[in-house]
């Protein structure tokens, strides 16, 4: 496996499920990223890691919960999720999100439908 | 917080035409970046500038980056089918990076 990997890549679930997204990076950088990208919005970052510690959480509601094990993989744990929440969810990686020039390498993004 | 607009937000011209977009800003970046993403997939990264009026090609994509370091723009010449996607633009300064809403386009044969 080369880049960003992500999986699953189409998930839909119920909001009373939980399920949790993985994200893997083999490019050996020291920052992974969440995004979710909505129809017609910006992508809009959710959280950050740096070197395995949380470094930016831009006010995701708690049902969203991210877990980053170590340097390669990131994940991000759902409960109790809302229709509304159903979007493209795309990890990134970046060589180290505290200096640039900030370039990120995504993942191909999990699909999620919240039923 | 950066705001980046990007314009036109849809664009549909036919194969071999030529084409700007651009991506605005009133705030200063130390680097913007460009992606592509087709449908489907994440962003892919097309280039990176970081100094003011620098200009990249890539093959038949022109980029430029203001003498401010506000905005950009890329261009495309003789477009074709296999440029269709969302254009992306993200500016960074400080540890803060934010993207634009993008820039769809279709290339029709």
């Known amino acids: 496996e080369t880049g960003v990997t992500q999986t699953p890549r189409h998930l839909v679930m119920g909001m009373t499920n939980k399920k949790s997204l993985k994200c893997e990076q083999h490019?050996?950088?020291?920052?992974m990223y969440w995004y979710k990208q909505s129809a017609k919005k910006p992508l809009e970052l959710m959280f950050v890691?740096?070197?395995?510690?949380?470094?930016e959480n831009n006010s995701v509601p708690s049902r969203f919960s991210p877990e980053c094990p170590n340097s390669s993989h990131l994940f991000l744990h759902l409960h109790t999720l809302q229709p509304e929440d159903s979007a493209l969810y795309l990890c990134a990686s970046s060589q180290d999100e505290r200096q640039g020039p900030y370039e990120q390498y995504f993942g191909p993004g999990t699909r999620l439908t919240v039923t | 917080t950066q705001l980046l607009e990007q314009s036109p937000q849809f664009l549909s011209i036919q194969e071999g035409e030529n084409l700007t977009v651009y991506c605005n800003s009133s705030?200063?970046?130390?680097?913007l970046q460009w992606y592509r993403q087709e449908p489907g997939e994440g962003p892919v990264l097309l280039v990176t500038v970081v100094t003011g009026g620098e200009v990249k090609k890539l093959k038949r994509l022109t980029f430029q980056f203001g003498d401010a370091r506000k905005d950009s723009s890329l261009h495309i010449t003789a477009a074709q089918p296999g440029d269709t996607g969302l254009y992306l633009c993200?500016?960074?300064?400080?540890?803060?990076?934010?993207f634009g809403a993008g820039t769809r386009l279709t290339v029709k044969p």
């Open positions: 890691y740096s070197l395995e510690e949380r470094v």
């Open positions: 705030s200063v970046f130390s680097s």
């Open positions: 490019l050996g950088h020291n920052a």
């Open positions: 993200a500016g960074a300064d400080n540890n803060d990076m934010r």
